[in-house]
């Protein structure tokens, strides 16, 4: 029931765009997302709840496809302190997350 | 300043020994939660509560054992049944409900020999 988060890991110029998706075989709940840096806790992204539903944190953003049990986090003109790895955490209803196994974003000056 | 709290950072035993982590938080939450990291690897839950003197088993409970007698505090106990403890620890809590975030501690990174 682990979600599967694609690309594994990605590298990217300061400036540019990239998707990182979140895949479920179940139905979904809600989606959290996280970044953690090396060495250090993961830090809260935004929770998503409704089918559809897409949010915005600064520069980055995400949508969830109920139907398609999937979510995806954008993440636009990327800057430096973009760099850590990210987690997706889905929820089935009963408050407990199963986490991917993360997708390792770089950013180079 | 609220937040959770988790002690201490690096902690070394010897094979056989069981070690106790600490994790406290005073942001007033309900829900606690202990997760086991591993070198490039997500996140896997051990053991999580939703209320005082009421605990689950997570994905990877084998091994490991909790206590929630306090609001505040869910220590976990790496026993020496666990076969391959050397990790990283990291303790969350949120609010009840699964439209909340979870918080997490700094930490504890476990080495055993």
């Known amino acids: 029931q682990q979600p599967v988060q694609s690309p594994q890991a990605v590298i990217l110029r300061e400036g540019e765009d990239a998707v990182i998706n979140c895949s479920s075989s179940?139905?979904?709940?809600?989606v959290h997302w996280y970044r953690q840096k090396h060495g250090e806790a993961p830090v809260f992204l935004m929770i998503?709840?409704?089918?559809?539903e897409q949010k915005g944190h600064e520069k980055i953003s995400a949508s969830f496809n109920e139907k398609k049990q999937q979510s995806s986090l954008y993440l636009t003109a990327s800057q430096l302190s973009y760099s850590g790895t990210y987690f997706c955490?889905?929820?089935?209803?009963?408050?407990?997350?199963?986490f991917g196994t993360g997708t390792r974003l770089t950013i180079i000056p | 300043d609220g937040g959770i709290t988790q002690s201490p950072k690096y902690l070394f035993r010897k094979e056989g020994q069981n070690v106790t982590l600490s994790c406290e938080q005073n942001l007033n939450h309900d829900a606690m939660y202990w997760y086991r990291q591993d070198p490039g690897q997500g996140l896997r839950l051990i053991y999580y509560s939703q209320i005082v003197n009421d605990f689950q088993k997570g994905d990877i409970a084998e091994g490991y054992s909790v206590s929630r007698e306090k609001k505040e505090s869910f220590p976990l106990t790496v026993t020496s049944a666990q076969k391959n403890p050397t990790a990283f620890y990291l303790c969350a809590s949120s609010p009840s409900g699964p439209a909340y975030e979870q918080y997490f501690g700094p930490g504890t990174r476990l080495t055993v020999t």
């Open positions: 179940k139905a979904l709940y809600s």
């Open positions: 998503l709840l409704k089918g559809g």
């Open positions: 955490g889905t929820e089935f209803g009963n408050e407990k997350l199963t």
